[in-house]
Structure formats: C-alpha cells, structure tokens
C-alpha cells in the first residue's frame, strides 16, 4: 500500500497549483478528478479534446496518476458511454488501472443499475481499465451489503471504499469487513456520525484497523487522501499530519 491524495483536496485551486501543492506537502501518487460539476476535469471536455487533457495529465510535477475519478452527468445515455469510454482511453493513455464511479441514486430499479455497471466494466475492459463503484450515502452503494451483491453480479467490477460513508450516514457504525474483498480503490478522511470529514484526529475513523482488514485481503494500492478545505483550517497542515499518520501504519 502507498499514500495518494485526490485533486480535490486543494479544489479551490487550478489544477497546475493543486498538483505543485501536493508536490510540496511530499505525496507521490495522485488521484484525479474528472467531474462535470467541481471536477478540475470535466468528461465532456476529455471526450471534446482527449489529446489535449492526455498532455496535462502527463504533466503532473512527479506526482504519479494511479487513479480517475469519473462523474458524468449528461442525460443522454450514448453519450454518457462515450464520455466514459473517453475517459478509459485516458487512463489507458497515462498508465492508470483504476477508474471510480458513482452509483445510481437511491430508487433505481437494481436490474438497471447492474446493466449500467456491466456497460462500463465492458468498455473498462477493453482498456485495460478496473471499475471502481464508490461506497457512498444517499446511493444504492451506501449498504455494503448491496454494494457486494453489484460486484457479485457485475464480473470484473471492484469497489472504491470510502470509510467515510459507513461511519456518517444510514450504516453509521456498522460492520462494513463484507466488501474488503472486492476493494480496488481506498479514500479517507476523519469522519464523526454527525459530519463526514472533521479535523485528524477527531473523527473515528480507525485507520491501523481499516489497513490490517485490507491487507488480509492482499490490497496493495493506494490510500489516497480525499480532504476537502474546512473552513478556518490550515489545509496544507492537515493534509502533512494526514500522510505523516498514513505512512507511519504502513
């Protein structure tokens, strides 16, 4: 396992800047976030200009992509595949196995959403790409237990664990150790019941135990910290306290 950080944690800053951040703060590996709506990289744009967005994300200032995060939001669906097959292209292009999605709100039918899922875990393929369904509240992924039957349902489709969710929201303290064979993508933060992301350190998130779980489970990829600004702050001393913490457990 190694640590990464998402290019959201410095959101309020162009790309070129948030990746010279992370450079300063000593983290090595990047995840980046191609989102329609407050991603440094929109899919329509990948999908408008996909040499050009290839150039940028070679240019990362030693920072290695290991990941895309990808949130389309066309309603047109042959369009929505395009841009997502796009975004493949530019993981295959920049050397990046892994890919995060979104899964569908709460209220889709299942037998929809598995059809969706097997769709982009078919173009992925063709790629050389891995499918990542992020756990996440107020989605059909925020059970665990749904959230194994997609991948048990959708060969080849792995799960992007964000902790976060399953201490904050409907499963708050639960047992989550069900999905742990199927994760091919970690985010972290400090969460409470109350609110998903607090200061390091005032949240309950148990770090050691969470990468002992995974490590039964031979994962050996990134914990790639995804801390949004708070405000009042010191974002660049969080996020130096978050990899000095992450580093001294593995």
Not at 15 to 30: G, K, P, Q, T, W
Not at 230 to 240: F, K, S, Y
Request: hydrophobic share 35%; charged share 25%; glycine share 6%.
């Amino acid at each position: 396992m190694f640590v990464a950080a998402t290019s959201r944690c410095f959101e309020d800053l162009p790309l070129d800047d948030a990746l010279r951040r992370l450079v300063d703060l000593e983290y090595s590996y990047l995840e980046i976030m191609v989102h329609e709506s407050g991603g440094h990289l929109k899919p329509s744009e990948v999908c408008r200009d996909l040499d050009r967005v290839v150039r940028v994300c070679r240019q990362t200032y030693r920072l290695t992509p290991v990941a895309y995060s990808v949130d389309a939001e066309t309603p047109d669906e042959e369009e929505y595949y395009r841009q997502f097959a796009s975004c493949c292209r530019l993981a295959k292009a920049t050397k990046v196995v892994t890919i995060t999605v979104r899964s569908a709100e709460l209220g889709t039918p299942f037998n929809a959403e598995v059809e969706r899922l097997r769709t982009l875990v078919d173009i992925a393929t063709r790629e050389g790409v891995r499918v990542g369904l992020l756990t996440e509240a107020g989605r059909m992924s925020q059970d665990p237990a749904t959230a194994v039957v997609f991948c048990d349902s959708v060969k080849g489709l792995g799960i992007t664990l964000d902790p976060s969710h399953y201490i904050c929201g409907p499963h708050a303290g639960g047992n989550y150790e069900q999905v742990m064979k199927h994760v091919c993508h970690v985010r972290l933060r400090d969460s409470t019941k109350e609110q998903l992301q607090v200061r390091i350190g005032q949240g309950l998130v148990e770090y050691g135990r969470l990468i002992a779980q995974l490590g039964k489970h031979h994962y050996d990829r990134a914990l790639c910290v995804d801390m949004r600004p708070l405000p009042d702050v010191d974002q660049n001393a969080e996020m130096r306290k978050m990899r000095l913490l992450l580093e001294s457990l593995l």
